[in-house]
């Protein structure tokens, strides 16, 4: 028996709320978890049967929206699921599969008759935070107020412990300046370019002519 094998016989799948099943699904980072094939498809990408974060938990919380309070009896339906939805029948049956495979749904009774769905639980997996990062706390504080940040644009620092989660980074300051320092006219004594009217006529005591060299 390999060691994931052994994970799953050793898992404990205990009764989960709707609330507390809503939430996990809500803080757990979803991207990724299914992925592609790696065939390549009409464009060259290699990422079809990938499942998106967004597919993921439109799914998971349009099964939960069947479940009692308790989480019991979730019975939707594959069909019921799609029109829900609209998501393509190939994403709803792969997000169904995995939250059984993860423990996070468990089957407790298979249909018997055409037109009826299975029934599920919502569980909480012992082992479930080995399977996915779940955003809980003050981590999931913090992502929410990194976002807020973001959302204003405003320069904000958020402390979480040795290590702080910036907001968007502050732009450097940059002085504002007038035009620049005038420098003394050595000719005139005066700062800046003199503006001068009519030019003088200079006079002496003697009358409007300088003396004459002796």
């Not at 990062?133 to 976002?147: F, H, K, S």
């Not at 002085?175 to 006219?185: E, I, K, L, R, T």
């Not at 003697?206 to 002796?214: A, E, L, R, V």
Request: glycine share 14%.
């Amino acid at each position: 028996m390999s060691g994931g094998e052994q994970g799953v016989a050793h898992r404990v799948l205990r009764p989960c709320d709707r609330n507390t099943w809503e939430r996990l699904i809500r803080g757990a980072r979803l991207g990724g978890l299914i992925k592609g094939s790696g065939k390549a498809g009409k464009e060259g990408r290699t990422t079809r049967g990938g499942v998106s974060a967004g597919y993921f938990l439109g799914v998971a919380l349009a099964i939960a929206s069947y479940a009692n309070p308790d989480g019991s009896e979730v019975r939707p339906g594959g069909a019921r699921l799609i029109v829900d939805t609209e998501i393509d029948p190939k994403i709803v049956r792969a997000v169904v599969r995995f939250l059984v495979d993860v423990g996070l749904l468990q089957l407790v009774r298979r249909s018997r008759s055409r037109g009826s769905a299975d029934e599920y639980r919502l569980t909480e997996p012992s082992d479930l935070r080995e399977s996915m990062t779940i955003l809980e706390g003050q981590e999931y504080r913090d992502a929410l107020e990194v976002e807020r940040l973001k959302a204003s644009g405003k320069p904000r620092t958020v402390a979480t412990g040795p290590s702080a989660v910036q907001g968007p980074q502050a732009s450097a300051e940059v002085a504002v300046q007038g035009p620049p320092a005038p420098v003394d006219d050595p000719r005139t004594g005066a700062c800046g370019p003199a503006v001068l009217g009519p030019q003088a006529t200079p006079t002496y005591p003697w009358g409007k002519n300088p003396p004459s060299p002796t």
